[in-house]
């Protein structure tokens, strides 16, 4: 059985920075694409970035794009967010996720494996 533990959430002040990290145990993390999502109180589940596998292509969504940055280190099993620049509008509780596939990564259907979550609060 796969589990996602996520953590590295706070808060920060506008502009700053924060580095989300997500281990995986049950299977390797060469053989899954991982995903991160986030969520504000009252609106819909929305994607922020992807690393695909075997690949390591990279997704992001165009409002983190350039500010936020996700990698994988396989041999800590590990998946990290990097996240730049920070704004208000990115105040979310964030979650990792992990995937079997390699295609349509923007999508939470795709993903079968979910951490709890962090939350990350961004002051103005």
């Known amino acids: 059985q796969v589990q996602l533990v996520d953590a590295g959430g706070g808060l920060v002040q506008a502009g700053g920075s924060l580095n989300l990290s997500c281990v995986v145990s049950?299977?390797?993390?060469?053989?899954?694409?991982m995903g991160w999502f986030r969520q504000a109180p009252g609106k819909e589940r929305e994607f922020v970035s992807a690393i695909t596998r075997p690949t390591g292509g990279t997704i992001y969504a165009d409002s983190v794009k350039g500010r936020f940055a996700i990698s994988g280190d396989n041999a800590k099993n590990t998946v990290y967010l990097h996240m730049n620049s920070l704004k208000p509008d990115d105040s979310a509780h964030y979650y990792c996720a992990a995937s079997v596939w390699n295609i349509e990564l923007r999508y939470a259907r795709r993903y079968a494996y979910w951490g709890q979550g962090t939350q990350v609060t961004v002051s103005s």
């Open positions: 049950g299977r390797t993390l060469s053989t899954l694409s």
